[in-house]
């Protein structure tokens, strides 16, 4: 699986962006994708995810209320549009899809400047 990222870039606190996520490949219909992010100095973490199942989703609680994760099932596309951005939202984000095995996008940069 080969996952292709886009749509980073630098806003101001209280801006917006929106990320896309293209996977292409051996994809099965169970599969999962989300996105994770390193901001400077720390681990990378779980942002959020769809599965495409039962369409839930998941959101870490930093994000919760401000970020929305959807996707076309149909195009293998993720996308999260992240809203109210804060400059700790600073990071690589990082496209990532599961089914049996895990994949990992290039990654995207965000700047969020106060």
């Known amino acids: 699986v080969q996952l292709q990222a886009f749509g980073g870039g630098s806003v101001q606190a209280g801006g917006s962006l929106r990320l896309s996520c293209a996977a292409s490949?051996?994809?099965?219909?169970?599969?999962?994708m989300g996105w994770f992010r390193q901001t400077p100095g720390k681990e990378r973490e779980f942002v959020a995810r769809?599965?495409?199942?039962?369409?839930?989703?998941a959101y870490s609680n930093s994000v919760e209320d401000r970020f929305a994760i959807s996707g076309d099932k149909a195009k293998n596309m993720v996308y999260l549009q992240m809203n109210s951005l804060k400059p700790e939202d600073t990071g690589i984000y990082y496209c990532w899809f599961f089914s049996q095995w895990q994949y990992w996008g290039q990654g995207t940069e965000v700047t969020v400047s106060s």
């Open positions: 490949g051996q994809i099965s219909s169970s599969h999962q």
């Open positions: 769809i599965k495409w199942s039962d369409q839930s989703r």
